[in-house]
């Protein structure tokens, strides 16, 4: 076996509603916040659409997704070769790792950040460096500082997971030209489709004029399609054809390309969770609470806490499961109701 492997754990995911209702002896209802989920559901549209593909279930997909492939690229305005799929970004983040790093590689990101950066970089035998956030976002000058000529992959999460903080274009575009063009940055940009800050960087746009970085993208989030796991990156040519050579073959499947072109095309639906979505994020800006809530463009907020155990205690009697961090908890935004719930938690503690 790998010897780096040792230090790594299986991810252990939180329980369920049922388990932590017995173990706590709670009898209310428990509403599980702690993953991000879109609360509101996918399009009425993807649903019909794995109705109609119920009777091709005996096939093996189409290796490439290529009617989704060819609806991403229209919109984006790429070349359909540079979208590529996986099971959900936890697979493209494994993908990308297993063609780009060799052992002993450098891979650069960030601490407090999603940490399947971290976890396949270490099973790819690289030398991780994770530079401290700063205030909740990336810092992205000190991640400048940290490349070096043995770095082959930066990783920028964009909304970040956990924080909710973005980095706008300007600094991101800054960024870009401060590393080497030999080394690939990626922008993880699961929570995109929920920002609406009007500077968000068009990294498909920087693409143009830069060919080491690429962006991640999924219909887990405000697609709503988690329990399908599809998401893509665009890359460059010669990148995205590598990630087809360690891509496995039929590692997407025929309802999760049907359901995720459906939600795709249907944008106003999209729009109206994005926009039910901001409506009850802007009503974290007024709790009147003395613990700091990181601003946030994404569907969950961070609280920084160093009373993570009471905080996580205190809103599981409430009826809300959140995900405690060793600095905070992180809390998914649900319906108004336990939103309401949740900020009255909040004002109370
Ligand atoms: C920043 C980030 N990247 C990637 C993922 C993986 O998402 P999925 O595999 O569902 O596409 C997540 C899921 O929480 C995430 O928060």
Redesign the pocket.
């Known amino acids: 076996m790998k010897s780096q492997i040792a230090q790594l754990r299986a991810y252990t995911p939180g329980l369920s509603p049922e388990a932590l209702k017995k173990k706590l002896g709670i009898t209310g209802e428990l509403h599980k916040l702690a ?2 989920e879109n609360v509101y559901g996918p399009s009425p549209k993807a649903k019909e659409a794995i109705k109609t593909h119920v009777d091709d279930l005996f096939l093996y997909p189409e290796p490439n997704a290529p009617l989704l492939q060819a609806a991403i690229a229209e919109h984006y305005q790429v070349a359909p070769e540079q979208v590529v799929f996986g099971a ?4 493209m ?1 494994v993908i990308i790792s297993r063609t780009v790093i060799r052992s002993g590689d450098k891979v650069v990101t960030s601490e407090g950040t ?1 940490g ?1 950066y971290f976890h396949n970089a270490v099973v790819e035998d690289a030398n991780i460096v994770q530079v401290p956030l700063n205030e909740g976002a990336f810092d992205l000058d000190a991640i400048a500082d940290a490349v070096d000529d043995k770095t082959a992959l930066v990783w920028i ?1 964009n909304p970040n ?1 956990p924080t909710g903080t973005y980095h706008n274009a300007e600094a991101i575009e800054a960024f870009i030209q401060k590393i080497p063009s030999n080394v690939t940055i990626l922008f ?1 940009e ?2 995109a489709e929920y920002v609406t800050a009007d500077d968000y960087p068009d990294t498909v746009a920087l693409m143009q004029k830069y060919d080491n970085i690429a962006m ?1 993208r ?3 989030k405000a697609y709503g399609l ?1 329990g399908l ?1 599809i ?1 893509y990156i665009i890359a460059p040519p010669p990148l995205a054809e590598k990630l087809n050579v360690i891509r496995p073959p039929f590692n997407t499947t025929r309802l999760s390309e049907q359901a995720a072109l459906a939600a795709f095309q249907d944008q106003s639906y999209l729009q109206q969770t994005v926009a039910a979505n901001k409506a009850e994020r802007d009503k974290f800006n007024d709790v009147n609470t003395t613990l700091k809530l990181y601003p946030t463009q994404t569907n969950f907020v961070f609280v920084e806490t160093d009373r993570v155990a009471e905080l996580d205690e205190a809103l599981l009697k409430a009826g809300i499961i959140a995900r405690a961090f060793p600095n905070g908890v992180r809390i998914t935004f649900g319906f108004p109701e336990q939103n309401e719930v949740i900020r009255q938690v909040l004002a109370q503690f």
């Open positions: 993953s991000n959900g970004l936890d697979e983040i999603f399947q999460c997971n993880d699961a929570y991640l999924t219909f887990s988690a796991r998401g």
